[in-house]
């Protein structure tokens, strides 16, 4: 695997690249085509993890994902080699992934072996072991190379990210520096829950080696005062049991913020708790349970030492890492929740395409939105359709659970909540009597008044077109004159009947606005 980071053009943070509103749709190119399933293995101190990626080149989805707790690393500290138990495990389950991928159709499986594997005296024998009994050649990557490859799995998900990624995994402990969709300095440490656990001497001799390892990382990497960017399965972990502190009621991992404080509230919560009772409500596996204590001595030195201005959980680390490496520059450019939004359309809209002509249809009652809004509405025009075989029932609901919880990057979880209500306002007027009303109020009125204004202008527009036909009819907003007109042809006007008039006059009223009705053209 190459060392050196990728040289890309900065793209802001919304991850808005310059390609227009609607460049073309880049899953159906050739060199991302070869994207479109793609393995990657995990070879880590304390799991082995396959993933195979599917769908939007840019955003894939998670075709399979598959985690065995190894524990290869565990008793390094005294005996220098891999725990025989977790080799064992470890072979047995990439003999699993390999027929499994045989299976799917993969042509290879891009396997990675992190701190366990390279510090093993044994590390190359077991190697060899695996690749002779399954085909799969492992790469022994080095600490440098894990923390770049994490820090590209953060880009993956956010384009335009500046500040701090720190990996934990069993055996070791990553910084890298991103800023302008680059990665910049990177460090390794010894700093891995397993390691820590054998230090002899308590809780007093592990923390004051966390304190003088921790300093001597900051040392080398410089005031970081921006963003810190979590990545791996005890930070995952601790944000969980943070989210039930809090009564958090979105139970999403990816994009998760906590402060300072709240990171200090969740270690003392942890603390003073019944683990075995925690771990159950977390849902957090026995083997993670035991290392999460470790993993809290970590970031509460780390978030002393560098004072980060927030911090947020990141899904994405080394998988997806591998495969934003594979990625064309021109794919990585593009913004990865337009793309998977695009590719839903495709696959699931009944008029693929007719996403664009909705956007452009309503456009003209956010002439004045920022960016960042206009990217929302975008991403919602282009998901419109794509629950419409849920029970009419039960759609309004389909389409807010879908977009809340859905695997999509680029998105917090405020936006995941604006788009989810505005795909609900879609199918229904109303949001009275729906379980979701604790996620609902995470927001303001005013931003589930936007929701539902764009939820009724995709409702309304959804019903006058049926094609992706954009030169028959126009909206225009005259918020001064609070007035709302809609310009149709003669040949559009059979279609404006009495629902799609209700649905008009129900659109302006929402704007606070009278509707006038335009036959003659401009």
């Not at 999460?292 to 004072?307: D, M, Q, Y």
């Not at 309004?396 to 936006?415: I, P, Q, Y």
């Not at 199918?427 to 604790?438: A, G, H, L, M, P």
């Not at 303001?444 to 409702?459: C, V, Y």
Request: glycine share 8%.
């Amino acid at each position: 695997m190459p060392n050196a980071p990728h040289q890309k053009s900065p793209v802001p943070e919304t991850g808005v690249a310059d390609l227009g509103l609607f460049g073309k749709p880049l899953f159906k190119d050739p060199s991302a085509r070869a994207l479109r399933r793609v393995g990657v293995v995990d070879v880590g101190s304390n799991s082995v993890r396959m993933v195979v990626f599917d769908g939007a080149a840019r955003s894939p989805a998670y075709f399979y994902n598959e985690k065995i707790m190894c524990a290869l690393g565990a008793g390094m500290a005294d005996t220098g080699h891999l725990s025989p138990q977790g080799r064992e495990r470890a072979l047995s389950a990439l003999k699993r992934f390999s027929k499994l991928a045989e299976g799917m159709g993969l042509s290879e499986l891009t396997a990675v072996a992190t701190a366990a594997v390279r510090d093993a005296t044994d590390g190359r024998e077991f190697c060899e072991e695996v690749e002779k009994q399954t085909g799969v050649k492992i790469w022994v990557i080095d600490g440098e190379e894990e923390a770049r490859l994490s820090a590209q799995g953060v880009l993956l998900g956010w384009p335009g990210a500046y500040g701090l990624v720190c990996d934990i995994g069993g055996s070791s402990l990553e910084l890298a520096e991103i800023s302008g969709g680059r990665v910049g300095r990177r460090v390794t440490s010894s700093l891995g829950p397993l390691k820590l656990r054998d230090i002899k001497g308590g809780a007093k001799a592990r923390n004051a080696h966390i304190k003088e390892v921790m300093q001597a990382l900051a040392d080398q990497m410089g005031s970081q005062r921006d963003r810190l960017f979590l990545v791996g399965g005890s930070w995952r972990a601790i944000a969980r049991i943070d989210m039930i502190r809090r009564g958090y009621p979105l139970h999403v991992l990816h994009e998760y913020r906590m402060t300072r404080q709240s990171v200090r509230d969740t270690i003392e919560f942890i603390r003073k708790s019944d683990m075995d009772e925690l771990r159950a409500e977390a849902g957090v596996s026995s083997a993670r349970a035991t290392l999460v204590p470790f993993a809290c001595e970590v970031l509460s030195r780390l978030v002393k030492t560098i004072k980060p201005k927030d911090i947020a959980v990141s899904s994405y680390g080394i998988r997806e890492g591998m495969l934003y490496e594979q990625m064309p520059q021109r794919l990585r450019d593009r913004d990865p929740l337009i793309e998977a939004c695009r590719f839903a359309e495709d696959k699931d809209a009944r008029s693929p395409g007719f996403g664009k002509t909705l956007y452009n249809f309503i456009m003209p009652i956010y002439k004045s939105a920022p960016a960042p809004r206009k990217r929302l509405i975008k991403a919602a025009c282009l998901l419109h359709d794509v629950s419409w075989r849920a029970h009419p029932d039960y759609r309004a609901e389909v389409c807010f659970d879908n977009a809340t919880r859905a695997n999509l990057g680029g998105l917090k979880h405020s936006e995941r909540i604006f788009v989810g209500l505005a795909l609900m306002h879609r199918y229904s007027n109303k949001r009275e009597n729906i379980r979701f009303t604790d996620l609902i109020e995470m927001v303001d009125e005013k931003t589930r008044a936007e929701a539902e204004i764009l939820g009724k202008a995709m409702r309304f527009g959804a019903m006058l077109w049926m094609d992706k036909v954009d030169e028959l009819g126009e909206m225009r907003w005259y918020p001064k004159k609070k007035e709302l007109h809609l310009h149709l042809s003669p040949d559009m006007m059979p279609l404006f009947g009495e629902v799609a008039e209700a649905r008009f006059t129900s659109l302006a009223n929402s704007l606070d606005a009278q509707a006038v009705l335009k036959t003659a053209r401009r």
